[in-house]
């Protein structure tokens, strides 16, 4: 009670104190000037109450019965037999029933907020994902006036994660588990290079789990290409929650193009195939109208900028780097060598990539390379010196070294709405600006110099007849992406923002400007979507079964109806999350249109294509069910036990009253100041 009203205080003095500052000191003496300060003071109070979260004394409340809840936990494993061999639902949907005929109320546990249901509802329900994070469900019915809830789940969590979710709650919580340990071996993850050369073998990795084992019991994890079995091996059944990874050396593919690798975990006596299956693709053979990094000296810069260009744009990328003269080192995931390679290995390549970025160039380039440059319309420079600058058609001057901090102030130009928001400040400064005119290009990031000055660009654009392009004055941007949190958000959002504006639709570039950031899903999991420079606009896309869908050499072409329809709004970056599909493989044809209707000026909207595949996969058994459970009576809030059914009232914030009160003196000081004369 003591910090309730501590924070009252502090709350009442932090909002009243500015009120009667602006009435007594900063507005004129109007008539009523006094009354006004009542309604404003009084609002303030009631905000504070509202914050603190009082109990009401006494009956006024829900009645009894409308204050219990059941919230079950509608996983898969609902699905598995219990020790009568009867699916685990059977004994739930009894329980359920017995819950009701008390009075109580029926929720199931969601993501971010349960949902209410009846007993009908609750037997046709569809299976949810596996939620091991159960907290936000329990305060939302808490806060709702819950007095009890009792959690019906297999409870397949870590103990951590179940104490944190009944920590502080301010209802009576009790724990009822169902079901228990089943025999089970599945795949948690399929890991794959997205581009391999034709030729060349495929590496990559199994990681699988299981559960219900015996000693000496096996697992075998067979892998499958083009329809054929290409790889079968052996593995010990891992214990429960110990995950495992094995690797896979697959054969070569002699023909290009993608490939579509399943791998299946195979277990006598497994009872749950949902999790048995994974599938990844490979493309096999040289990019097409991909990235093409071409780096002349060592740095960090190309290891860490090809794999966040390569994400944030969808495009497949390689990289090469100079180690002697015509003597180059492979770059990139999926592109590994066992040695130097000669440049003729992709010299012929370099006008055809969709994105080619030069960086490291210090002393005089190669004729192929400055003839590549000349005519490319889509390039990102990352020069380490003079002639490095002089091949992106700048003049500057030297090199200034020490360390320059970004600015926060970010200059008008396409990349600024990819970075708004972030700490630009805060991340670690560049080094070795060469300051340059703009020669017609445009600042897209500045920076301070390290005793203070006026801001100079690090970072410009240039957009004439040949194309458009990036380049960088400073060195150092990799240590953004190095680090993990707010520097490498900014790291990718920076270059995710170059990337958009190189290769939007107004610029030469690639098709295919609507992609799924990733070629296959889980039906338990939202799928992301991209539409590069679309940032603000509603993407529309309808899906057609692969077999009776076959995809239309033109977007716009589609026979029939869609089977399935979504609609997302895109975020700044062109970004959106569709919520998840049935199982298989789908053809899908986006549209992205403005949402206020066809553009005034005509502009061709952005119609694509492509398949994306959904698995069957349901994590509901990554995790093994708890062994024990802990008492729910054992957390307390604030030092007082948690409160359990019929005791404590109902909390503030569940009742009308008081947002009614907050909506009329809120009208009555607006209305009078106008009257009055203020503003």
């Known amino acids: 009670m003591t910090t309730g009203l501590l924070l009252f205080l502090g709350l009442a003095l932090l909002g009243g104190l500015p009120a009667l500052y602006l009435y007594l000191k900063g507005e004129p003496p109007v008539p009523g000037r006094a009354f006004f300060l009542g309604l404003r003071l009084t609002t303030v109070l009631i905000v504070a109450i509202l914050l603190v979260n009082p109990s009401l004394p006494g009956t006024d409340g829900p009645e009894p019965e409308a204050t219990r809840w059941m919230l079950i936990d509608g996983t898969r494993a609902l699905d598995l037999p219990d020790e009568g061999g009867q699916p685990v639902q059977v004994a739930v949907l009894d329980r359920a029933q017995e819950a009701t005929q008390e009075g109580a109320r029926l929720a199931l546990l969601g993501a971010n907020e349960p949902e209410g249901v009846d007993i009908l509802t609750l037997q046709d329900a569809p299976r949810r994902p596996s939620i091991r994070n159960v907290h936000p469900s329990l305060l939302r019915l808490a806060e709702a006036g819950a007095d009890s809830i009792v959690l019906v789940s297999p409870f397949r969590m870590t103990f951590s994660e179940l104490t944190h979710a009944l920590d502080g709650l301010p209802a009576g919580v009790g724990l009822e588990q169902v079901g228990g340990p089943v025999r089970n071996a599945g795949i948690l993850e399929l890991e794959l290079p997205r581009r391999v050369p034709a030729g060349d073998p495929v590496e990559g990795s199994v990681l699988f789990f299981g ?23 052996l593995h010990p059944l891992p214990p429960p929650g110990q995950p495992a990874r094995a690797t896979l050396q697959l054969p070569p593919e002699a023909d290009t193009g993608t490939v579509r690798y399943s791998a299946r975990a195979v277990l006598e006596g497994d009872i749950f195939s949902a999790d048995d299956h994974r599938v990844g693709y490979v493309r096999v053979g040289p990019p097409e109208g991909g990235i093409l990094l071409v780096s002349l000296s060592p740095d960090w810069e190309p290891r860490v900028l090809l794999p966040v260009l390569e994400s944030v744009s969808g495009l497949p990328g390689e990289g090469y780097l100079q ?94 709405p990819y970075l708004a928001e972030l700490p630009l400040a805060n991340l670690p400064p560049l080094t070795d600006l060469r300051p340059a005119g703009m020669d017609g290009g445009t600042a897209a990031l500045a920076v301070r110099p390290p005793g203070g000055g006026d801001p100079l660009a690090a970072l410009i654009l240039r957009e004439g007849e040949g194309g458009r392009s990036a380049v960088a004055l400073a060195r150092g941007f990799w240590r953004w992406g190095h680090r993990g949190g707010p520097a490498r958000e900014a790291y990718r959002a920076l270059w995710a923002g170059v990337a958009s504006w190189i290769l939007s639709p107004e610029a ?58 979504r609609r997302v709004t895109l975020d700044e ?30 502009e061709t909207a952005v119609v694509d294509t492509g398949m994306l595949e959904v698995e069957p996969w349901s994590g509901a058994l990554v995790h093994p069910p708890l062994d024990s459970l802990p008492d729910p009576s054992d957390f307390r809030r604030d030092g007082e036990p948690i409160r359990t059914a019929g005791g404590g009232g109902r909390p503030l914030r569940t009742h009308p009253l008081p947002y009614l009160l907050l909506i009329v003196l809120l009208s009555l000081e607006w209305v009078g100041r106008r009257r009055a004369g203020l503003r």
Do not use: C, K
Not at 213 to 230: F, H, T
Not at 538 to 563: M, Y
Not at 575 to 599: A, K, N, T
């Open 211 to 233: 559960e219900g084992g015996e000693p000496n019991d096996s697992v075998l994890i067979r892998v499958e290409a083009r329809g054929e079995v290409v790889t079968e091996e």
């Open 573 to 602: 970056r062109g970004r959106g999350y569709v919520d998840p599909l049935p199982s298989g493989q789908w053809v899908w044809h986006g549209e992205v249109v403005d949402p206020l209707g066809p553009d005034v000026e005509g």
């Open 323 to 416: 180690v002697a003269a015509d003597r180059w080192l492979v770059l990139g995931e999926g592109s590994a060598s066992p040695g130097p390679v000669e440049s003729q290995i992709f010299r012929d390549r370099l006008g055809q990539a969709g994105l080619l970025v030069v960086h490291g160039v210090d002393s005089a380039a190669p004729e192929w390379l400055e003839a590549a440059v000349q005519t490319h319309p889509r390039i990102i420079h990352l020069p380490a010196g003079q002639a490095g600058a002089a091949l992106a058609s700048l003049s500057p001057a030297g090199a200034r070294p020490g360390e320059w901090s970004p600015v926060a102030e970010l200059p008008p130009s396409p990349v600024a």
């Open 508 to 565: 030469p570039g690639p098709e295919g400007r609507i992609r799924s950031t990733e070629p296959v899903v889980s039906m338990e999991e939202a799928s992301e979507w991209e539409a590069l420079g679309q940032g603000g606009r509603i993407l529309e896309l309808s899906f057609f079964p692969q077999e009776t869908g076959a995809q239309p050499s033109d977007p716009g072409e589609a026979s029939g109806s869609p089977v399935h329809t």
